[in-house]
């Protein structure tokens, strides 16, 4: 299924149910994304490019204290695999991610900030 074309116009977490009751789930807001199967993922704002992603880019996965980075694996109509930094995760296995997740953490990605404020962090603690 390698190069098949999924475009979506808006990017929406799952629906959940509690006790019964459907909750919609959240949108992003102007955001939309375009995946070429096995290859890469663009995301836009407002119907402007803003990242392009393929195999190989890294990407943040998760954030607490510190944003955590890994190489993009592998990506699918809807879902992103990012596998972390050796050193980087104290339990380093792949890590899926939704296209409602990947966006809204990758979707104004700047390493060389995120870099720097790690570094920051770091060296102030």
Partial sequence: MTGKIAHY???????????????????????????????KASIFKDHQLV????LGD????HSYNFAY???????SAKTITVQPYPDSDP???????????????NWDLDLDAAAEQFSN???TS
């Fill in 121 to 123: 962090w770091l060296y």
């Fill in 51 to 54: 990242k392009t992603f393929v």
């Fill in 69 to 75: 980075h890994g190489k993009i694996t592998a990506i």
């Fill in 9 to 39: 116009a808006e990017v929406k977490s799952r629906d959940t149910v509690r006790y019964g009751h459907t909750y919609e789930g959240s949108v992003l807001k102007g955001i939309s994304v375009e995946i070429v199967v096995g290859k």
């Fill in 91 to 105: 339990l380093p296995s792949a890590k899926r991610m939704s296209l409602y997740d990947f966006c809204w953490r």
């Fill in 58 to 61: 890294w990407a943040e996965y």
